[in-house]
């Protein structure tokens, strides 16, 4: 989810595609935006090559004064910040990974607001910084002493809004806080209705808020996230940590340990996603468009093409409705703008060219992709209906009207459109789903 903005895409968005403004070393650049209709959480990050690992932060958007939240005031609010970390220079990460056509190589943590993933993560012996108090563990330094890790102090009987973000490029998150219980508010700037929940689950890129009693003995809690994977891919798995603190407890205590769901907790992911939705109140209405002009079915899949100078002699590649995108030497908006020849091509097919079981067993046929620079022309003003693998469409709210396991059903499934309390979000799940009623004004 971003910000839902108009009128400034010569400086937002992807590279060389709608950003053509650059902020080079040295010098600034302010860009004053008018937020409307989104209260809660966004995050701003770099969108050069994979910088966005290291450069990031929260946006908080509070309600106008004298407003309020829809919810019981907290005592106090914090951000927590889940990143992604590599041991190595991201932009090698990645060349690397395209030379050799393979996938790049998995993160080596999941650092939590300060850039460190914790005093349970093996840290090397050279990082001993990290730990300061160290006990040898096999050929890692384990790191025993809490003493210097990030903690939150709470107040016993207090009420606190902590403000999630998964900056993470790539994995989902579970996130706990041992012996508390989240109280999810709010999701990608929209508030929600309110549900209760042990853990919660965050894609990459996405926000949500909790309300969290500091109801239990005073102690000190871990409040962990580890990723969420289902299919058969190697991710970095270990377990990032920071401490919730009540006040008054010494920082040597050794804080209390949680039990996560289990890493390929599929049943938890989608349980968890299906207690999603808008508030949809008098004062916070869906409003969800009824009519459609236009149907665009996309399905986002990973191909094979021929590489000859790859390991393999092959690549593995991304497609959208198998069409694989080649990154224009010039900015697409630019081309556009100045009716640049040879650059793009308006043909890109608003379902797939060749249909097939989307969701069925694993395909090891028929892998290769179309290469191209093409775009979907879509009328201004215009409301479309999208039914798709999750995936976000910078400075635009989506309405989620439906989500499901299988293969959609175009004659069967929109008779289960939820128009009343569907939640404007982002999803990232290995399924179908229903992103409907999206209004084209930017």
């Not at 309600?63 to 005031?73: D, N, S, Y």
């Amino acid at each position: 989810m971003s910000i839902a903005t108009n009128n400034i895409n010569w400086s937002h968005n992807i590279r060389l595609c709608t950003e053509l403004f650059n902020v080079k070393t040295g010098h600034s650049y302010t860009n004053n935006i008018t937020i409307t209709g989104q209260r809660g959480t966004l995050w701003w990050h770099a969108h050069i090559f994979w910088l966005r690992a290291t450069l990031y932060g929260a946006i908080v958007i509070l309600p106008k004064q004298g407003a309020g939240f829809p919810f019981p005031q907290p005592y106090k609010e914090a951000n927590i910040v889940i990143g992604e970390w590599w041991n190595n220079d991201v932009k090698e990460v990645v060349k690397q990974g395209n030379k050799l056509g393979l996938p790049s190589n998995m993160s080596d943590a999941h650092p939590i607001n300060d850039g460190k993933p914790g005093p349970l993560f093996p840290c090397s012996e050279k990082r001993t910084a990290f730990c300061r108090k160290v006990v040898a563990y096999n050929k890692f330094i384990q790191c025993t002493w809490w003493t210097y890790t990030y903690a939150l102090e709470v107040e016993q009987g207090k009420t606190y809004l902590l403000r999630i973000i998964n900056a993470a490029l790539n994995d989902e998150q579970f996130f706990a806080i041992a012996g508390h219980n989240l109280t999810v508010v709010e999701t990608d700037a929209v508030y929600t209705k309110p549900f209760t929940s042990q853990a919660i689950l965050i894609a990459p890129g996405q926000t949500t808020n909790i309300l969290v009693q500091a109801k239990q003995a005073p102690d000190r809690y871990f409040m962990a996230a580890r990723p969420f994977m289902d299919t058969p891919v190697s991710i970095d798995n270990k377990t990032a940590t920071r401490i919730l603190q009540y006040k008054g407890i010494p920082n040597t205590v050794q804080p209390v340990l949680l039990q996560l769901p289990a890493i390929n907790n599929t049943v938890f992911a989608l349980s968890f996603n299906a207690k999603l939705s808008s508030l949809n109140t008098a004062r916070f209405p869906a409003s969800v468009p009824l009519k459609f002009d236009q149907r665009l079915f996309y399905t986002i899949r990973l191909g094979i093409n021929q590489c000859m100078t790859c390991l393999n002699g092959t690549q593995l590649t991304a497609s959208l409705n198998n069409i694989t995108f080649v990154m224009p030497q010039i900015g697409l908006l630019q081309a556009h703008n100045f009716n640049t020849k040879g650059v793009i091509t308006t043909d890109f097919p608003d379902r797939p060219l060749t249909p097939f079981n989307y969701t069925g067993a694993p395909i090891t046929a028929n892998l290769g992709t179309k290469l191209g620079t093409r775009l979907s022309k879509l009328a201004f003003n215009s409301t479309v209906e999208l039914e798709s693998h999750p995936f976000d469409l910078h400075g635009y709210n989506f309405f989620v009207v439906g989500t499901g396991v299988g293969n959609f059903d175009p004659k069967k499934d929109p008779a289960k459109y939820n128009f009343g309390g569907s939640s404007r979000k982002k999803h990232n799940r290995s399924s179908y789903q229903w992103l409907g009623c999206h209004k084209v004004q930017g």
